[in-house]
């Protein structure tokens, strides 16, 4: 790359903060600004990246380069002082976008769900099989302790989400779609766009590039009709080139099933995760990895941070969960996790992320819920929006309340914990459940129940 110094506005967002240590291994001059301090903030700073809490005008020195993310007001300080200063501006998924042009095997991983999880599962059959792969994840893969690596090989495995069209700005070598389902709503407005915007991705892809889908679902069945290059399927109920077999489940709920007569054993819950794995076969048997690397890869992926995690297991054996699900399908599958995992009651505490999607999904997000056996509704995360939706948390609990009479809302994460502590019976399951800092609530749980221990 032909850049000496580089700022990123955001630096540390998950997405940003795995570029920011790319560039540095990279050997480029890196610094960048955050509104406030974070675990990314904190890693980077250990590396040795000069980090500004607060975006200030002054930050923006002898730069020649700019990243910064959509969600950038053009009022921010630093976007205005480099627009002033004549420096080159890029936003996040424009610089991925040139990233992927530097690799002959960039594997985009897209869908609604489970674009973490199959990436995850992809680089860590890749590192198996020592095929040195650069990763760019939008979660903490276990195995490696980051959501990011830096590689010498062709290899490289990005997250290419579909929010405001932005995996239209890479160019991967390998598309895997995972599902299209109604989300985002607010930037798409109706479903047909976000299939437009899955088809408009598709036909980006060039005659010798490959395509790998989900053939259970219709609407990424249609993809292949305008794919240029070679199309790979994968699924469970409609024949396909990599179909899973005698699928079974042991007492925790993980999977075991046959592809192709290889047997595949995992280690993550769910019948989703059988979807994921089959993506993740047929991705890295397409390039030819070694059948026993793909095998070992996916029995030792365990999960990324915020996906069904088990965060600890507290007194009389209450074991506590912690899972990044914001859209009703996927707590769907969060619900099917919980019913393969032995358990006396469920607790669901669920925090709405963003009023739009809230709006939008409100039956959906009752319908799923009331199968909880508890469920406590926190304060709706805004994220980057106002409420001009005129939604509010009682909606929610109101709809549920029709099918389950076990719904609270409680606006404050301490109450949370207290009403949780004081309530919680042996071999209960808590989770905490949405894309915000929802998890605080099972953390400070875990911690009370510690101190409670220690004293």
């Not at 830096?150 to 160019?171: H, I, R």
């Not at 595949?264 to 994921?276: A, E, Q």
Request: proline share 2%; charged share 25%.
């Amino acid at each position: 790359m032909n850049y000496n110094y580089v700022h990123l506005i955001g630096i540390g967002g998950s997405s940003m903060s795995g570029i920011a240590m790319y560039l540095f291994e990279s050997g480029i001059k890196v610094s960048g600004s955050d509104a406030a301090h974070n675990h990314n903030v904190e890693k980077l700073e250990k590396a040795g990246i000069k980090i500004t809490i607060g975006h200030n005008y002054e930050n923006i020195t002898n730069q020649d380069l700019v990243i910064y993310s959509k969600a950038v007001s053009d009022d921010n300080p630093e976007l205005v002082a480099a627009k002033e200063k004549n420096i080159t501006l890029m936003e996040r998924a424009d610089f991925i976008g040139d990233m992927t042009k530097s690799f002959n095997k960039a594997i985009g991983v897209s869908g609604t769900h489970g674009k973490s999880t199959t990436s995850s599962m992809i680089a860590l059959c890749l590192l198996e099989a020592n095929m040195d792969p650069t990763i760019q994840l939008g979660a903490v893969l276990k195995a490696t302790g980051s959501n990011y690596r830096t590689g010498k090989s062709d290899y490289f495995v990005l997250e290419a989400c579909e929010f405001k069209d932005q995996f239209l700005s890479f160019f991967p070598n390998a598309e895997v779609i995972l599902n299209i389902d109604a989300d985002h709503l607010d930037y798409f407005k109706t479903f047909d766009n976000i299939k437009a915007s899955f088809k408009k991705y598709v036909e980006k892809l060039n005659p010798k590039d490959v395509l790998v889908t989900n053939n259970d679902d219709i609407s990424c069945q249609e993809l292949f009709n305008y794919n240029k290059g070679t199309n790979i399927s994968f699924g469970i109920e409609n024949e396909s080139d990599y179909q899973a077999t005698d699928i079974t489940f042991d007492e925790n709920g993980c999977a075991s099933f046959k592809i192709k007569e290889h047997l595949v054993k995992l280690n993550v819950k769910g019948m989703h995760n059988v979807y994921n794995a089959l993506a993740c076969f047929a991705i890295c048997d397409y390039y030819k990895i070694p059948v026993e690397s793909i095998l070992k890869g996916l029995e030792k992926y365990t999960g990324v941070e915020r996906r069904f995690e088990l965060l600890a297991t507290i007194k009389d054996n209450i074991k506590v969960y912690d899972d990044y699900a914001h859209h009703p399908t996927e707590i769907a599958t969060t619900l099917d996790s919980v019913r393969k995992t032995s358990h006396h009651e469920s607790w669901a505490v669920f925090q709405p992320h963003t009023y739009s999607r809230t709006k939008d999904h409100l039956n959906e997000f009752a319908n799923i819920l009331k199968n909880f056996d508890h469920i406590i509704i926190a304060k709706i995360y805004a994220a980057r929006e106002q409420n001009i939706y005129n939604v509010k948390e009682e909606d929610l609990v109101n709809l549920i309340k029709k099918e389950n009479n076990n719904v609270i809302y409680i606006d404050e994460f301490d109450n949370i914990v207290d009403y949780l502590d004081k309530n919680i019976q042996k071999d209960d399951i808590v989770i905490s459940i949405g894309a915000g800092p929802i998890n605080d609530v099972c953390l400070k749980l875990i911690n009370k129940n510690e101190e409670a221990t220690s004293n």
